[in-house]
C-alpha cells in the first residue's frame, strides 16, 4: 500500500514562513512528478507547484517568487517552502505524486496526501 502523509501546516502571520513536508512509503518501485496542490474555502483545488523527477520546477502564478519545491528523491520526500505568506495563501494543501508501486506494472498511478491547514492571518 502507497500513501503520501503530509505534515508542517499551521497558522501564521502575513509575511511570515511555513515549511510543508510530503513523504512517500509503501511498496514503491519509483516516483515521477510531485506536487503541491491547495484548496481554499468555496473554491475549486488549485495546482500550486510541480517538480519532475529530474528536478524542473513549475510554479503558478500567484506563488511564484515566494514559494520554492525541493526534493529528496533519496527520501521519497517533497517539501513546500513558503515565504511571504498572504492571507490569500490560506487554504488547505495537499501534496501528489505519480508513483508506480512494486508489482503493478510499468504505468504510473496519482497518489494524494489527506491535506494540511495553513492559515495566513493579517
Known amino acids: 500500500q502507497v500513501q503520501l502523509v503530509e505534515s508542517g501546516g499551521g497558522l501564521v502571520q502575513a509575511g511570515g514562513s511555513l515549511r510543508l513536508s510530503c513523504a512517500a512509503s509503501?511498496?514503491?518501485?519509483?516516483?515521477?512528478?510531485m506536487g503541491w496542490y491547495r484548496q481554499a474555502p468555496g473554491k475549486q483545488r488549485e495546482l500550486v507547484a510541480t517538480?519532475?523527477?529530474?528536478?524542473?520546477?513549475k510554479y503558478e502564478d500567484p506563488v511564484k517568487g515566494r514559494f520554492t519545491i525541493p526534493r529528496d528523491n533519496a527520501k521519497n520526500t517533497v517539501y513546500l517552502q513558503m515565504n511571504s505568506l498572504k492571507p490569500e495563501d490560506t487554504a488547505v494543501y495537499y501534496c501528489?505524486?505519480?508513483?508506480?508501486?512494486?508489482?503493478?506494472?510499468?504505468?504510473?498511478?496519482?497518489?494524494w496526501g489527506q491535506g494540511t491547514q495553513v492559515t495566513v492571518s493579517r
Open positions: 509503501g511498496m514503491i518501485a519509483s516516483i515521477d512528478a
Open positions: 517538480i519532475s523527477s529530474g528536478g524542473i520546477t
Open positions: 501528489s505524486a505519480e508513483i508506480r508501486a512494486v508489482g503493478a506494472g510499468y504505468k504510473a498511478y496519482d497518489y
